[in-house]
């Protein structure tokens, strides 16, 4: 694992080379402080990653593609829908739903509230996502989705893909599923009419913890433990 | 769930009322804008909860016990040993490890990072995990312990009770252990010789996800799984 990870919208699997210029080089240069022949990580986003030996070049980087190849995503793929966290705390959220390795993130209006993110918060957040698949040598950006209301939410429930976390739930359940919607309430919990047309729908609900927890704290602890459950069970 | 809980260090199981001041009431009154006959949550933080009706007393608050009793602690109780994240991280992680219901965290020492905690910094820890414990209605507090090495991590692994956090390992598998001590490493990750030292003492070593994790998510993350793990083998 190289100690700092440079993402490269243009990086190809025939690349080579690969220049690196403004504040990606410089935040690699000043911050974190790479130097000519550190061994470093890269990927594009979208499934591609790799390693280089970093050659300065004045103020950019040029690295030199050793290795390069595709990323499986992880499987399931996890898309998980919230209450919007207030303030900095939907950051605190996708930086740690990246690090679980979910697959998305969706706003989702409920009764209780109604956080609907401006697109410059919708903007601060796909650049989050980016931070934090550089730490976590994540080659797949997880993916920032439009607002949903809550009967979207409970579209195509029937086949057991849609799961929704409230302490009312058993423990989770693998499946097998291959695409999971998780979907997490606000602070103020679901109203029973939500729970009641969940329950309609063929929505699982399961609980997450023995206690309340924020958004920003339930959504990737949820996320963890669902993907943990389903990789188990095809480890089986 | 009441909208606030309120901390009572004297709160016993034959309250009947209990006197509220300070900065506790200030905070209730002013931020929490609890009123005149709100119904609380209020908590001893060593297992004492219960429900009450809040009267206001000028600048204090009165409250009325309703309902008054002792919560069982989370099973198994799980004590996280963590390198410590720098800055204000160790608080965030402090205030996740309580919602998810960890039993304890102490500070561990590990040869990629050696950050012992000033006294400062545990005592403001400890009221991130009494805030933490009003917020999700948790009336045992989260037990901050002191630092600790890594050879002190590793005694008494041999009864299965020690697990330690790295990608080498497989998928956590839950035994029954009523308590478990969880260790995790440094952003730098554990040496070779720490994770054969591990090994050769009998420590468990589990994966808790597909990615890396920064210490405050690994942490959290790693504690739920093993909760929801052991929680599921004794339902069933």
């Not at 109604?114 to 993110?117: A, K, L, R, Y």
């Given at each position: 694992m190289p100690r700092h990870t440079l993402y490269h919208?243009?990086?190809?699997?025939?690349?080579?080379e690969a220049l690196i210029s403004g504040d990606e080089a410089k935040h690699a240069l000043r911050v974190k402080r790479i130097r000519d022949g550190d061994e470093v990580g890269v990927l594009n986003g979208r499934g591609l990653g790799g390693m280089a030996i970093a050659r300065t070049r004045g103020r950019d980087l040029l690295l030199e593609i050793r290795e390069i190849g595709m990323q499986e995503r992880v499987q399931p793929q996890i898309d998980v829908w919230t209450a919007t966290p207030k303030g900095p705390r939907s950051g605190e959220m996708i930086d740690a739903l990246s690090q679980v390795g979910a697959f998305g993130w969706s706003p989702l209006a409920t009764s209780r509230a109604?956080?609907?993110?401006s697109s410059a918060r919708v903007d601060r957040l796909a650049r989050v996502a980016m931070e934090a698949a550089k730490q976590s040598a994540r080659a797949w950006l997880l993916e920032i989705g439009g607002a949903h209301s809550f009967e979207e939410a409970l579209d195509g429930a029937g086949g057991g893909g849609v799961v929704l976390a409230d302490a009312s739930g058993e423990a989770y359940d693998a499946t097998g599923a291959e695409e999971i919607r998780l979907l997490i309430g606000p602070e103020g919990g679901w109203t029973n009419d939500e729970l009641s047309a969940a329950r309609d729908a063929g929505v699982r609900i399961a609980r997450f913890g023995p206690h309340v927890m924020r958004i920003e704290t339930a959504a990737p602890t949820a996320c963890a433990i669902v993907i943990d459950a389903e990789q188990r069970l095809r480890a089986t």
């Open positions: 919208d243009a990086l190809t699997e025939d690349s080579t109604n956080v609907d993110p």
